[in-house]
């Protein structure tokens, strides 16, 4: 049996032919990777759009609820500002009374006084 020789051309072109496959299979890894990695990027993106989008809505009824709050403590500000308003009015009515009693009474302690003392 006869075996066929190989020479330097053959071993080139043998080499030359892996070469070519090995970088096939590197290119075909890399593309491998490079679309898990776009995948995982966009798996990521989405979350963080999701969680996004829930923080807005959150900021939204944190927003809303401060409104009400301020508007029911404008509220409350301005009853509690009527009811002293009224309070010293009230305060100031029942003074002046006070105030005209305690006239009448000096006014009569003086006439006691004069008629006593003729």
């Known amino acids: 049996m006869a075996g066929k020789e190989f020479g330097k051309a053959d071993f080139e072109q043998m080499l030359v032919g892996f070469e070519k496959r090995q970088k096939s299979r590197q290119d075909e890894k890399l593309q491998q990777l490079e679309e898990k990695i776009v995948h995982q990027f966009h798996i990521i993106s989405e979350g963080v759009l999701d969680q996004s989008k829930a923080l807005a809505e959150g900021h939204v009824g944190i927003l809303s609820r401060l409104d009400r709050m ?38 009569w302690r003086k006439k006691i006084e004069g008629r006593s003392q003729v």
């Open 70 to 107: 301020e508007k029911e403590n404008e509220r409350q500000h301005l009853e509690t500002r009527s009811l002293i308003k009224l309070s010293f009015t009230e305060l100031d009515r029942r003074l002046s009374d006070l105030e005209s009693q305690m006239k009448e009474m000096q006014e």
